[in-house]
């Protein structure tokens, strides 16, 4: 067809003849209302990093800590704990104790839930929920207070025994998950025992679609993380400049970790989830046997 005279092809600007579809497309992204929040975040940061390096550091770590946690649904502890105590020494900082980690972590994991949880609201069953919540309450309660007394080598073991579980688990049971739009039947039993462990892995156990898998677990988290952060704070063991780094780095991340979880393959969720785990739990054991040789 021939070019009509006095129009302007749709792939131009009157003006300007420029194509528009790219800009458009970053006058768009430009405009997003996200973008000052994005900007605010970054040059905190730098002022951060510039007055306290490890303050710095713990934003950094906790923001991918929490893009983890937001992406397959767990409370970023499984994650942020190795990170905390092997990152800080190789770049040249001071490394952190077992115990100053599991506190400021506790906060982390308490902010990182609620950021991830609003971006899975839709994933939460009711029923799921109020069956594993109760015993991850009291667990995550109990544990932070005695946590206090444990021998820090203990504390260590027991997190890399859990990492090994559940990473055999997670990767040995992929199969198993049910599909998005399958049913959810909630074995109460089943659940409340899963509840005093590492909920997330036995879910697939459960056969729980991976959404509500996702959803659901978040939910649980924020429960355990505000009981298990009240433990810590009656017992004294939260650091709150190092804490509150955690919580400027865990908010966005989580919530970019929701964003890309709902548009990625379930069961490749599964696969980085077991991954991740395995490689910590490795780390984890190689340093306690480096310890007691």
């Not at 405009?31 to 007055?51: I, Y």
């Not at 929920?129 to 504390?155: H, R, T």
């Amino acid at each position: 067809m021939g070019h009509v005279e006095g129009s302007v092809p749709a792939s131009e600007t009157p003006a300007t003849g420029l194509p528009t579809f790219g800009s458009a497309r970053l006058l768009r992204a430009l405009g997003h209302p996200w973008w000052p929040l994005v900007v605010a975040w970054l040059l905190l940061l730098g002022l951060a990093a510039r007055t306290d390096p490890l303050l710095g550091l713990l934003i950094v770590l906790a923001f991918v800590g929490a893009f983890l946690a937001g992406l397959v649904g767990v409370g970023g502890a499984i994650v942020m704990i190795p990170l905390l105590l092997y990152v800080p020494p190789l770049v040249g900082l001071a490394p952190l104790g077992i115990k100053t980690v599991a506190g400021i972590t506790m906060a982390q994991v308490f902010a990182a839930a609620f950021a991830g949880l609003v971006g899975h609201l839709e994933g939460i069953d009711r029923r799921l929920f109020l069956a594993l919540a109760p015993a991850m309450v009291v667990a995550s309660f109990g544990g932070a207070c005695i946590s206090k007394f444990v021998d820090p080598i203990v504390l260590e073991a027991t997190f890399a025994g859990m990492a090994t579980l559940a990473a055999v688990m997670t990767l040995a049971l992929r199969g198993r998950a049910a599909p998005d739009d399958g049913p959810v039947v909630v074995n109460r039993p089943a659940a409340f025992g899963t509840g005093t462990g590492v909920g997330f892995v036995m879910l697939y156990g459960m056969r729980i679609p991976v959404r509500v898998t996702v959803g659901t677990s978040l939910a649980v988290v924020a429960a355990a993380a505000t009981a298990g952060l009240a433990g810590k704070i009656v017992t004294g063991q939260v650091d709150w400049l190092l804490a509150l780094g955690l919580v400027v780095g865990a908010m966005p991340g989580a919530r970019l970790g929701s964003y890309v979880s709902r548009r990625t393959r379930t069961d490749r969720l599964v696969v980085v989830l077991g991954i991740a785990i395995g490689l910590v739990a490795i780390r984890m054991w190689a340093s306690i046997f480096a310890g007691l040789a």
